[in-house]
């Protein structure tokens, strides 16, 4: 009985050991760190102000778009940014819930394209306030709620969710006049462990299994 316990010990070390020898693959390693590969999903932007509707004076905003960048969905999503251009000492310009639209368009996730018309996101939202000069701008930047934030992505389903409702002010000419847009996703799918917790786990499970067959060798030593 005591042998058959003692080769059940080692046997789960063995199975254990399999599986961390298994997932391997998945993980980059040097002899001090180990590198997790992540999901990558490429994207870009486009969008406009609506030059037609509630402008004041010379219209000095325009939107950046992001033409194509990759990015790990898990971290924040660059969203294009608004560019504020100088005026004349002493001019202003108002913008009175002056319309901008911006898309968000998935293209690819691990490599697989995707149909971008059955994809993209659509944004909407408002500037108000004024800028004068170079130096100053009290122009409010206010997203709608977006309406339809779903989008595939690989075998599950993202939302793209907007940063604290993304409402900010345009930053002035004087200080760079880029105002950055963000966003995050989330997933429907539920949480995967990462292969270094399994990993831990399944070393956890193999150790356990070398002190049973060490202390069952040592009891029949001992009997």
């Given at each position: 009985m005591s042998m058959s316990q003692g080769w059940s010990g080692l046997r789960t070390a063995v199975i254990a050991l399999g599986f961390l020898a298994w997932i391997a693959p998945g993980v980059k390693a040097d002899a001090t760190t180990t590198t997790l590969v992540p999901y990558l999903l490429d994207y870009g932007t486009s969008g406009a102000v609506d030059l037609g509707t509630g402008i004041t004076g010379t219209n000095v905003v325009s939107y950046v778009p992001i033409t194509s960048a990759k990015i790990d969905p898990t971290t924040n999503v660059p969203l294009g940014s608004?560019?504020?251009?100088?005026?004349?000492?002493?001019?202003?310009?108002?913008?009175?819930?002056?319309?901008?639209?911006?898309?968000?368009?998935?293209?690819?996730?691990?490599?697989?394209a995707m149909v971008p018309s059955n994809q993209a996101v659509d944004l909407s939202g408002h500037l108000t306030g004024s800028i004068t000069g170079s130096y100053q701008s009290s122009v409010k930047v206010t997203f709608d709620e977006i309406k339809d934030p779903h989008f595939g992505i690989g075998k599950t389903t993202g939302t793209l969710?907007?940063?604290?409702?993304?409402?900010?002010?345009?930053?002035?000419?004087?200080?760079?006049?880029?105002?950055?847009?963000?966003?995050?996703?989330?997933?429907?799918?539920?949480?995967?462990?990462?292969?270094?917790?399994?990993?831990?786990?399944?070393?956890?499970?193999g150790g356990l299994g070398l002190r049973k067959y060490v202390q069952t060798r040592r009891q029949r030593g001992q009997a």
């Open positions: 608004f560019q504020v251009t100088a005026l004349p000492d002493g001019q202003t310009t108002t913008y009175n819930n002056t319309p901008f639209k911006i898309s968000f368009i998935p293209t690819a996730f691990n490599g697989i969710n907007l940063l604290k409702g993304e409402q900010k002010l345009l930053v002035p000419s004087s200080t760079g006049g880029t105002t950055t847009l963000e966003a995050s996703i989330a997933t429907a799918a539920s949480p995967v462990p990462e292969p270094s917790t399994i990993a831990l786990f399944l070393s956890t499970v």
